[in-house]
């Protein structure tokens, strides 16, 4: 598909500065017929989708430089090989702020609130009402059916990992809602007189047609381990037991660095059984430059992938994938809970010290996500 990639962008004389020196030690290609689709060579002022790929990576490895410097044609005059088509590495690298997308109001307005007062290992109970996009998914097996999570993220869009969809098992249902399964209903103690409950669980029924796995899926390495699952009806989110958490849709949303998530999840727990009642832990931010030196016999970790955990026993287990990862993001005084992770990959043994758990960042899906939604 054509795009067209340049505008009038009305780029600062300090902002000429940065470009000036970011490209200090490129070699140009004057012709620019090297560029694949054509392009031509006009000032960096008139193709801000370079321009922007520029300042926002800093040129920081010899992957960046290598891929950028074809499109330099003119440095003194700080001219580009202006595209016709954006290339690969840019599209794949460049964050978007996608309120602009045709389907940003598909998702609510209203999200990423729960009612606030560890597959998880040395996990705590959650507090009803507390994650109200908290999912669980239902297989057609044995004794402990509920077998992955996911999350809310609208009335009739949940989310999940591909390989929860991918999987031997036959899934039947989705439940929101779900706070204690050994419950019915739940409800908890508010003080000496006060006795809150929830509405009963919302159920619907499910199976692998009704589920869009990213087309990129790979159960080998565990890349683009990403799904959707469209409800058959809208769901009911006008309860405190049910309600949508929010993606990191603008750029200050996905690029935020968290010291540390909040992870939730029905897995596996220290006892080794499955928990009935919803767990939370958080779980300290690993590199990907050390989650890789982790996963490198098993795993290739790409920049598809988020690493938290294996520190403290703080970690998640098996029977919570798909589950979210968590941040609180505040804007404003306004504080929401965001999105930024999928329960994708761990160690074998739960908790194992020293070995993350990987995750799909949700950021780098999130223009995939709202092309697979419909209204």
Not at 67 to 81: G, L, M, T, Y
Not at 108 to 123: F, L, Q, V
Request: hydrophobic share 35%; charged share 25%.
């Amino acid at each position: 598909m054509l795009v067209r990639t340049y505008e009038n962008a009305e780029i600062s004389k300090d902002s000429y500065e940065e470009f000036s020196e970011a490209i200090r030690w490129i070699q140009p290609n004057e012709q620019c017929d090297s560029i694949a689709g054509g392009a031509v060579c006009i000032n960096i002022e008139r193709c801000t989708v370079l321009y922007k790929y520029i300042l926002q990576e800093n040129l920081p490895t010899d992957e960046a430089k290598e891929a950028i410097s074809k499109f330099i044609c003119n440095k003194k005059q700080k001219k580009v090989c202006c595209p016709a088509i954006v290339p690969e590495f840019i599209t794949s690298n460049l964050v978007v702020n996608h309120m602009e997308h045709r389907n940003y109001k598909l998702l609510p307005e209203n999200c990423g609130s729960g009612a606030t007062a560890e597959k998880i290992i040395n996990g705590n109970e959650t507090e009803l009402f507390e994650f109200p996009w908290a999912v669980a998914l239902k297989y057609d097996t044995g004794s402990t059916p509920w077998k992955c999570g996911a999350s809310l993220i609208s009335e009739r869009y949940v989310l999940t990992a591909a390989h929860c969809i991918k999987s031997d098992l036959k899934l039947t249902t989705v439940r929101l809602g779900e706070h204690n399964f050994d419950k019915e209903p739940d409800c908890e103690q508010k003080g000496p007189v006060l006795v809150q409950c929830a509405d009963t669980p919302q159920d619907f029924e499910i199976s692998e047609n009704d589920a869009i796995v990213h087309p990129d899926y790979n159960s080998e390495t565990y890349d683009n381990d990403i799904a959707l699952i469209r409800l058959r009806k809208p769901a009911n989110i006008s309860s405190d037991s049910v309600s949508p958490v929010c993606l990191p849709i603008t750029v200050p949303e996905k690029t935020t660095d968290f010291p540390d998530y909040t992870v939730i999840g029905w897995g596996r727990t220290g006892t080794d059984d499955f928990s009935p009642i919803l767990l939370k832990v958080t779980v300290p931010t690993v590199t990907n430059v050390e989650c890789a030196s982790k996963y490198a016999t098993r795993r290739q970790v790409s920049k598809n992938h988020l690493c938290a955990g294996g520190k403290n026993t703080r970690d998640t287990c098996r029977g919570d994938s798909g589950s979210p990862l968590m941040a609180e993001y505040t804007l404003d005084d306004r504080f929401r809970t965001l999105q930024y992770g999928i329960v994708s990959l761990g160690a074998s043994v739960c908790g194992f010290e020293g070995f993350p758990t990987l995750y799909t960042r949700v950021a780098r899906y999130v223009g995939w996500i709202l092309d697979n939604m419909q209204p």
